[in-house]
């Protein structure tokens, strides 16, 4: 299982800014992390990607 933190999340979103990761990320759509670490939450690479597909369709390379 591959696993994001919000770093990787920016730079899938095109690199927005972190203010903006944490604004997608606590939104109710967006997908439950699997984990909250001490460092932050981490969310599954495919949940990620999902999420993107349906929200962010523009930024898919598929």
């Known amino acids: 299982m591959e696993l ?3 770093h ?3 730079v899938m979103l095109g690199g927005i ?3 903006r990761v944490y604004v ?3 939104h109710r759509n967006f997908p439950d992390p699997v984990a909250d670490l001490m460092q ?3 969310w ?3 949940d990620v ?3 993107i597909r349906e ?3 523009e930024l898919t390379t598929d």
């Open 17 to 19: 800014s972190k203010q």
């Open 24 to 26: 997608i990320t606590s």
């Open 44 to 46: 599954r690479k495919a």
């Open 40 to 42: 932050g939450k981490v």
């Open 4 to 6: 994001v933190g919000a």
């Open 49 to 51: 990607e999902a999420w």
């Open 8 to 10: 990787e999340i920016r």
């Open 55 to 57: 929200h962010r369709p």
